[in-house]
């Protein structure tokens, strides 16, 4: 028992191991994530099964791929039943048009929480500097010279606590 559940691990690292050196030689400077990868296993088993449900539609005459019919009297009117074809023809607008809204919402959605986070950001460096400001003028923190006084261990603290909240260009308008 033990050594097929090896055997089983073992060949799944040489099949994932076969991907890596698949997606290395199309892409040699991408590392993908774990995310990614199993993004770019979804989009191809979504392919495959597009491509194999057409071959499966060109065997079957309700789905439309097929061939069609051309031996017709000039005077016949034919109201032929709706084909597979026709159904998406109709719903190929609406599902670009839904796939379009989600992306568009999506990147709205992010454009807004980078600007929450540089608001909150913007807020954490003015709301130091006011501080710091205030540790300078009134508790004369420039004229202090124990290392390790109130006034200074407080300004270290404060320093350090904003830092940590900061990203690098306003971590150089700290320092």
Same mark, same amino acid.
């Given at each position: 028992m033990r050594q097929e559940s090896q055997a089983r691990q073992k060949e799944r690292q040489t099949r994932g191991e076969v991907a890596h050196a698949f997606i290395s030689d199309l892409w040699p400077h991408w590392r993908p994530t774990r995310q990614q990868g199993l993004w770019?296993?979804? $989009?191809? $088993?979504?392919f495959g099964m597009l491509i194999v449900l057409v071959l499966i539609g060109y065997s079957h005459s309700w789905t439309g791929f097929?061939?069609?019919v051309s031996d017709m009297a000039e005077n016949q009117d034919i109201q032929r039943m709706k084909s597979l074809w026709d159904w998406l023809k109709l719903l190929i607008v609406p599902a670009v048009l839904a796939g379009g809204g989600h992306l568009f919402a999506r990147s709205e959605n992010r454009r807004t929480e980078r600007s929450a986070d540089q608001g909150a950001m913007d807020?954490? %460096?003015q709301s130091y500097l006011d501080q710091m400001s205030i540790?300078? $003028?009134?508790? *004369? %923190? *420039? =004229?202090?010279?124990?290392? *390790? =006084?109130?006034t200074r261990?407080?300004?270290?603290?404060?320093?350090l606590t904003v830092l940590e909240e900061l990203d690098r260009g306003r971590k150089?308008?700290?320092v």
């Open positions: 770019v296993v979804r $989009i191809a $088993i979504v097929g061939s069609s807020a954490a %460096l540790l300078l $003028i009134d508790k *004369h %923190l *420039h =004229g202090e010279y124990r290392p *390790h =006084g109130d261990v407080t300004a270290r603290a404060r320093t150089r308008s700290v």
